[in-house]
């Protein structure tokens, strides 16, 4: 296990610039997700931290060691891959034992420290299978096995669940945090999906044109993003118009800095509600959308902005039907004051 | 009942479907084979009202004349030793081909690999027969180049011979192996040596156990048509150039011994795919 950090560092094609003058720390131990839209880089960042790519500048460090220029097979690292890459033509156990075969540790030691990965992983007594003879889940499993059995000192993580279906993949996010707390290994996952960075990780780090955005715990870059298209990548968010009439400034905001407010802040009442810290303001219910647990209604304000409100549906006032009148409001201290572009 | 109509009148549109398709193969395959093996089978072709009669003679031939074994064996051996050249020389080509090289590049490459399909076999053949002969297109070439005297005169050798058998069936194993190693994900690659894995362990136990199928296709495709092999034998290969396969051709062209060169062929079909049958188990086994 170690700690990982990256420093400036610039990968180009061409005339694109995959990474532009990324930093980054991994901390020892933690899960950290890497975040953002397609092409912004995530996937780059993650193959030079394994060492398929070599960036063009800056450093990167895994331990102590520097190791930009050192290849994949020295890094000792974990790797798992979107489609899981398991050799067909090997079993379940071969494919665990490849990375232990090659480090030369014995044919004894082998069968242990399989036996051990595949119990970890719950698949104990599958390692004569061959990988075209399991489930996607389960070679999903294998996968994480393989990656984890040499004891790397990071594990890194491509999209790891996009192939499974969503009820696999939330049991899958739960075995995958468990593993990673049990062994306490240094992860870095790509991921696609923003639920599964935001329940997944200690640490996320949005990235955009190959630019980091931000990086942050999860719920600091949700309370607090750092610009506009952090707020609205990671979540949803209401833009407020300047000051409204109800619209209450919070203290201590930067000039020129953007309000908004979280879809799910935001109540929703017949009359004018009462009390002191609030924010509000006066909509017409244009559209109500019924989806579970929750409702998601789409209501325009006077000044003609579109707000969206997403709460549970005994929340919302009864009989409340679109085209009537409502009144919207948050505390002030659920306002988001994000820092203007530049 | 109108479930049972229904299927029964699917498979007869099948059958309609498909009988050009074996009407085809049995009027190729088929007829001329039955009636190689009836030739086989008598004393005389019975052609222009010649007296004939079944016979088995024509095998014992084989079997009483040591000389046929001989060069049966003398040409299987050169059918493992070309197989083995081309792959050797093939596997790393579709490799490089497969793997190493992108785009624009890769089909230039790929047409002057299968170049050698679009001309005349003869042509090749006498082609080689004027670069390998002494005072040669080889010899004149190293002499003008290297500092003393050599003299290289390949032609009428069992060098010869291979090296214009190679040439022809060179591109059956890098189209085969060419195939096989394309369908290989690179992410398994890139996974074999996330796990630490170099080049040559990569190699022994990811891409050759996965373009085995390909290299066994490449390997039957070059195998059985160089064991009967016979214009390579006689043009590059002269006086040394006999072979089981020139025997039976001359057979059918020069003694005009239809049944026996019938024969002859037979026996051939048989011992190769005897190998062919002794060898799939095991490669079967090597690959799982
Ligand atoms: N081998 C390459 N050759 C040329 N350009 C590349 C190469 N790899 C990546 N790029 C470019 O670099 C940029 C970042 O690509 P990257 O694969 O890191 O994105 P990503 O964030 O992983 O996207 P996705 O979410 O779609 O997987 C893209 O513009 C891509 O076109
Ligand atoms: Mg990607």
New interface residues.
């Given amino acids: 296990m170690a700690r990982v950090s990256v420093e400036g560092i610039v990968k180009r094609y061409g005339t694109v610039a995959a990474l532009d003058e990324v930093s980054l720390d991994f901390e020892d131990g933690g899960l950290f997700a890497l975040l953002g839209p397609s092409g912004s880089g995530k996937t780059t960042l993650l193959r030079a931290i394994?060492g398929?790519v070599f960036p063009d500048r800056g450093r990167i460090r895994i331990g102590d060691q520097p190791v930009e220029r050192v290849?994949?097979?020295?890094r000792?690292?974990?790797?798992m891959?979107?489609?899981y890459?398991l050799?067909?033509?090997m079993s379940v156990a071969d494919n665990v034992g490849?990375?232990l075969r090659?480090?030369k540790v014995g044919a004894a030691e082998e069968r242990r420290r399989v036996g051990e990965a595949l119990e970890l992983v719950q698949l104990e007594g599958f390692g004569g299978r061959k990988p075209h003879e399991l489930s996607g889940g389960q070679r999903q499993r294998v996968a994480l096995a393989?990656?984890i059995v040499?004891n790397p000192r990071v594990l890194?993580l491509d999209e790891p669940l996009s192939a499974l279906d969503k009820a696999l993949r939330v049991d899958m996010q739960f075995e995958l945090r468990r593993i990673q707390r049990e062994i306490g290994i240094t992860t870095i996952l790509v991921t696609h999906d923003q639920e599964e960075a935001l329940t997944l990780s200690d640490r996320i780090g949005i990235l955009r044109d190959g630019r980091l955005v931000q990086a942050g715990p999860p719920r600091e870059v949700y309370n607090a993003p750092a610009d506009l298209f952090a707020a609205t990548f990671l979540g949803e968010a209401n833009i407020l118009p300047g000051g409204g009439a109800g619209i209450v400034v919070p203290e201590g905001v930067a000039p020129g800095a953007v309000l908004a407010v979280r879809p799910e802040a935001i109540a929703m009442t017949r009359t004018e509600p009462e009390g002191a810290g609030l924010s509000k303001c006066v909509g017409v219910l244009e559209r109500r959308v019924f989806a579970g647990a929750m409702a998601t209604c789409l209501v325009r304000r006077e000044d003609g902005g579109e707000m969206k409100v997403v709460s549970r549906d005994q929340d919302i006032p009864a009989g409340l039907t679109e085209g009537d009148r409502l009144w919207l409001s948050w505390p002030v201290d659920k306002t988001l004051a994000i820092p203007p572009e530049g | 009942m109108a479930g049972g109509t229904a299927i029964s009148g699917a498979r007869a549109g099948l059958i309609a479907l498909l009988s050009p398709a074996y009407l085809w193969l049995t009027a190729a395959i088929f007829l001329p084979l039955s009636a190689m093996l009836f030739f086989s089978l008598v004393t005389e072709l019975p052609f222009g009202g010649a007296e004939w009669a079944f016979t088995l003679e024509n095998y014992r031939a084989f079997f009483e004349t040591p000389t046929y074994a001989t060069l049966l064996w003398k040409s299987v051996r050169l059918g493992l030793i070309v197989t083995v050249v081309c792959l050797l020389v093939g596997f790393p080509c579709a490799y490089v081909l497969a793997k190493a090289i992108r785009g624009r590049a890769r089909e230039a490459l790929f047409l002057l690999v299968i170049l050698p399909f679009w001309s005349n076999s003869l042509v090749r053949i006498f082609s080689w027969a004027i670069v390998l002969r002494g005072n040669g297109v080889l010899d004149l070439g190293l002499n003008a180049l290297l500092p003393f005297e050599v003299d290289v005169s390949l032609m009428f050798t069992t060098h010869a011979i291979v090296i214009g058998l190679v040439h022809s069936y060179l591109p059956y194993v890098i189209l085969t192996s060419y195939l096989a190693l394309q369908a290989i994900?690179d992410?398994?690659i890139?996974?074999?040596?996330?796990?630490?894995?170099?080049k040559p362990?990569i190699l022994w136990?990811?891409v050759l156990?996965?373009s085995l199928p390909g290299l066994v296709a490449g390997a039957v495709l070059i195998f059985v048509p160089v064991v009967g092999a016979f214009m390579e034998p006689r043009i590059l290969g002269g006086r040394v150039g006999t072979y089981y396969g020139t025997v039976i051709e001359d057979q059918f062209v020069a003694v005009y011994n239809w049944p026996l060169g019938a024969a002859l062929s037979f026996i051939l079909l048989a011992v190769v795919l005897f190998i062919l049958a002794v060898a799939s188990p095991m490669l079967k086994r090597a690959?799982?």
Avoid at chain 1, 71 to 74: G, L, N, R, T
């Fill in positions: 394994a398929f290849p994949v097979e020295k000792d690292i974990g790797m891959f979107q489609n890459a050799f067909p033509n490849f990375g090659v480090r393989r990656a040499t890194l | 994900d992410n398994l890139d996974a074999a040596r996330s796990m630490g894995a170099g362990t136990r990811l156990p996965l690959q799982a």
